[in-house]
């Protein structure tokens, strides 16, 4: 909130710095980030199409969209587009507190850069819409209270308070329970919030109606219709369940033995809501937490996550919100600024510790893909469809992207043509009789004529089809 607390200011100023430093080392793993996935999927997709590749109407992620489309217009090479790719997720991190310390909204500084850090290990190298639309939350929220505090007319405020709550809602479903967090906390703690009551009703009406406009357009083909579809079909046992499923006890684990910094940060927050007997916010802290719980028990069921952790963080990590909220508007602003900025400190210290660590896990699959790729330059082959090996496969974490990963690897390198690998089932028919035409280039979704490729960055072979053949005969 806007303050002249010193303990805020101070720490928003940590907050930032800690956004750039997570900046820098988006751009010094670049490949694991941009190798990887999703990550290769989209950036293939925009290099290919020459165009920004909206997926599902989640209109925020042109945010990170558009730096590698700008490159690709300019005809940079792909290494340098690769890389505006992967800075370009933290770059808009970066904006995205640098506009809430702007908007002197300093309590949403900080709590920005706790999410981005607090539950952010392998995830801080998946390329996912779900931090895109928690950042959005948080610009719209330091928007409108910057209007507020200014008393800007509100044929201003609606309108630009709609579209900001729009392009959060829409780049991702997960955002609507920090967003329902974050305003009915900010309305229960009444400080500082610069709206009366007739405006307010106006703005939650506007949120509400948001919300249901996303609902209601939820496409039928979109993977949040089908988690959407586990959280509004379930029996109360479903919910009782929720609370032990695989999901839910793997995070349990990990809250103690990879996210312990923020147990201290939900105890010291309500903590300091029971001694100032606000326990009705805490009571709501409380009751979303729980609730957060038994939305991920009925949504994800038996799904454990620990072998695609980067996956399941992302899906947990809009619960920070709501753990550290009362951290950072109740107890840190009651510390002493070295205090608070030590502890600050600290808490990004570890965290940052942690994402660190986690890029071995993509280095080691950028060089599982490069030993593939010396194989098929040893032994001539531009294009191999693999039969399924289930020890590579988990070796690679995913691998339908694998396709785009070693093609957009493969550009990096200067290869002329350009070599691409591909897992195959012998029952897929389909796939199987595409890769016997020499013009076509196979993906997990299907193929690609040579004809359709971008060549200025894709020149692959089309002067012979696919060797197919297992991954053990390959590495001979």
Not at 73 to 78: A, Q, R
Not at 79 to 92: E, K, S
Not at 266 to 286: D, E, P, T
Request: charged letters at 15%.
């Amino acid at each position: 909130m806007t303050t002249t607390n010193a303990a805020l200011q101070s720490g928003a100023r940590v907050a930032v710095w800690v956004m750039v430093g997570l900046l820098i080392l988006s751009g010094v793993y670049f490949k694991e980030k941009v190798l990887f996935g999703d990550g290769s999927y989209l950036l293939f997709n925009i290099i290919n199409k020459r165009s920004i590749d909206i997926q599902w109407g989640r209109y925020g992620s042109i945010v990170s969209q558009f730096l590698p489309y700008a490159g690709v217009k300019l005809g940079l090479p792909i290494g340098i587009v690769g890389l505006l790719y992967a800075v370009g997720f933290n770059a808009f991190f970066l904006v995205v507190t640098a506009i809430c310390y702007w908007c002197r909204q300093y309590a949403l500084t900080i709590l920005a850069a706790l999410y981005f850090t607090l539950f952010f290990s392998d995830s801080f190298y998946w390329v996912s819409e779900v931090p895109q639309a928690v950042g959005f939350l948080f610009i719209t929220l330091s928007v409108l209270l910057w209007f507020g505090e200014r008393n800007v007319f509100v044929f201003v405020i609606y309108p630009v308070f709609s579209f900001l709550l729009f392009i959060t809602v829409s780049t991702h479903f997960v955002v609507i329970i920090p967003l329902v967090f974050l305003w009915v906390y900010l309305l229960l703690r009444k400080e500082n919030w610069p709206y009366p009551k007739d405006k307010t009703i106006v703005l939650s009406i506007l949120v509400v109606g948001v919300i249901l406009f996303r609902f209601v357009n939820v496409g039928g083909k979109s993977g949040e219709n089908i988690h959407l579809h586990n959280v509004t079909h379930f029996s109360i046992k479903d919910i009782l369940f929720s609370f032990v499923s695989p999901v839910v006890t793997t995070f349990y684990y990990h809250l103690f033995a990879l996210y312990w910094p923020i147990l201290f940060v939900f105890a010291a927050g309500i903590y300091s809501l029971v001694r100032k007997k606000r326990n009705y916010i805490a009571g709501w802290i409380i009751l979303v937490c729980v609730g957060y719980i038994i939305i991920m028990g009925l949504t994800y069921g038996d799904y454990k996550g620990e072998y695609a952790l980067f996956h399941i963080e992302s899906e947990w990590g809009a619960l920070s919100v709501i753990m550290a909220a009362a951290f950072v508007f109740e107890y840190l602003s009651q510390l002493k600024t070295k205090t608070a900025v030590l502890l600050l400190l600290a808490i990004f210290g570890v965290r940052m510790v942690y994402i660190y660590k986690s890029a071995k896990i993509f280095s080691d699959r950028n060089e599982l893909k490069e030993a593939l790729h010396q194989k098929m330059k040893e032994k001539g082959f531009t294009k191999v469809a693999l039969y399924d090996n289930k020890k590579l496969s988990e070796d690679l974490i995913l691998d339908w992207a694998l396709p785009e990963e070693l093609i957009l690897a493969s550009a990096m390198k200067g290869d002329k043509p350009l070599l691409t690998c591909r897992f195959i089932r012998t029952a897929d028919t389909v796939a199987l009789k595409d890769l016997t035409q020499k013009d076509k280039i196979s993906f997990d979704f299907g193929t690609i004529s040579s004809s359709d490729m971008n060549t200025q960055y894709f020149e692959l072979d089309i002067s012979k089809p696919y060797v197919m053949l297992n991954y053990e005969e390959l590495m001979k």
